[in-house]
């Protein structure tokens, strides 16, 4: 069992910035591949992005690029979400997941999800 832990969810203004960052405190978490989805209230999950398990490659959506990063530092258990330029739309509950194997941009592929931390994003 993985036990994933997201923190850095806040109250933002639009054209923001905040790191999101996901923590496995009782497990490897460089054996597993890693993602970030988002869901808006009255809205399915939306994918934003994943990375392997070395961090060498990552996964986006295109309207996700330039704006949401998703990085790894294995030494430190942990995968973050840089998000820039924030707008209105982009408030959401932001969650981590991870899976044993290869990053995927399907949500239920994905074993392990921790419990979401909020993004308020206003305009």
């Known amino acids: 069992q993985v036990q994933l832990v997201e923190s850095g969810g806040r109250l933002v203004q639009a054209g923001g910035s905040v790191r999101l960052s996901c923590a496995a405190p009782?497990?490897?978490?460089?054996?597993?591949?890693a993602a970030w989805f988002r869901q808006a209230s009255g809205k399915e999950r939306e994918f934003v992005a994943a990375?392997?398990?070395?961090?060498?490659?990552?996964v986006q959506p295109d309207a996700m690029k330039g704006r949401f990063t998703i990085s790894r530092d294995n030494a430190k258990n942990t995968v973050y979400l840089q998000m820039n330029s924030l707008k209105p739309e982009d408030t959401a509950i932001y969650y981590c997941?991870?899976?044993?194997?290869?990053?995927?941009?399907?949500?239920?592929?994905?074993?392990?999800w921790g419990q979401g931390t909020q993004v308020t994003v206003s305009s």
């Open positions: 990375i392997s398990r070395s961090g060498g490659r990552t």
């Open positions: 997941a991870a899976r044993f194997l290869t990053a995927d941009v399907v949500a239920t592929v994905y074993d392990y």
């Open positions: 009782s497990s490897t978490l460089s054996d597993y591949a």
